[in-house]
């Protein structure tokens, strides 16, 4: 689920270069039953998760007063801090960064190539996504292939 939400959120970014307030928030209200299914405890782990999640939003509050970052990036890589684990959310920042800097490369080619003369806009909600289904890729199907192969 969490990997069909980061598609939309990309595809809306793209398309409007915009993330839905309701995308962000099913995002981080989804959080709790991750972390009651993937058997989290309240301490140290589910204030871990939050704890990270605050930083990146105080972080990500301030590349957004600088105008840095659009507001729905904000909320989108402050959801998904609920859901990655620390290690892997900055593995997932390093990600996004590689990402988002070929997409801004593109994008500027693009614009550069089509004469356009108003302010480049990046769909960095695509890098994020990108970055997102990354994580979810490397961090959780290895474990479901060797549980699979145990159980067959």
């Known amino acids: 689920a969490l990997a069909i939400a980061l598609v939309v959120a990309a595809f809306t970014d793209l398309r409007r270069r915009q993330i839905d ?13 991750f972390w009651w299914a993937s058997g989290l405890s309240l301490w140290p782990d589910v204030a871990l998760q939050l704890g990270v999640a605050l930083a990146a939003f105080a972080v990500l509050a301030g590349l957004f007063a600088l105008r840095a970052m659009g507001g729905g990036d904000v909320k989108l890589l402050t959801a998904l801090a609920l859901w990655i684990e620390p290690g892997w959310f900055l593995k997932l920042l390093v990600v996004m960064a590689l990402v988002g800097g070929v997409l801004t490369i593109v994008m500027g080619a693009w614009h550069v190539a089509r004469r356009q003369r108003d302010r480049l806009q990046i769909p960095y909600g695509v890098a994020i996504a990108a970055a997102g289904i990354w994580v979810l890729g490397a961090q959780y199907l290895p474990a479901a292939s060797l549980a699979a192969a145990q159980a067959g």
């Open 21 to 33: 307030n309701w995308l962000n928030a099913g995002i981080a209200l989804a959080a709790p039953a």
